[in-house]
């Protein structure tokens, strides 16, 4: 991850199984401003490939996954 700037939302599902974490980000994304960025933290690797997925189809972008000992970062901004 290279100058990522400061989320603006922070949302920990660490723990949590699919669809839980990515049904935490929908949540966020729907009360956040375009421009808000949101970094989901989660525990469950399907994330790493739902929430790209979800992304693109909702037309928001995915800023980065970062792996972090035994979660993932996953950074996003919304449009």
């Not at 989320?7 to 669809?19: F, H, K, L, M, N």
């Not at 949540?27 to 401003?33: A, L, N, R, T």
């Not at 929430?51 to 950074?75: C, K, Q, R, T």
Request: hydrophobic residues 30%.
């Amino acid at each position: 991850m290279t100058d990522m700037p400061d989320p603006d939302v922070e949302i920990d599902s660490r723990g949590a199984t699919c669809p839980g974490p990515l049904m935490d980000l929908i949540g966020k994304v729907k009360e956040s401003d375009p421009g808000t960025i949101i970094k989901l933290q989660t525990s469950d690797s399907g994330s790493k490939n739902d929430v790209p997925e979800w992304l693109d189809e909702a037309g928001h972008e995915l800023l980065d996954i970062v792996e972090v000992g035994d979660h993932w970062d996953i950074y996003v901004e919304t449009t």
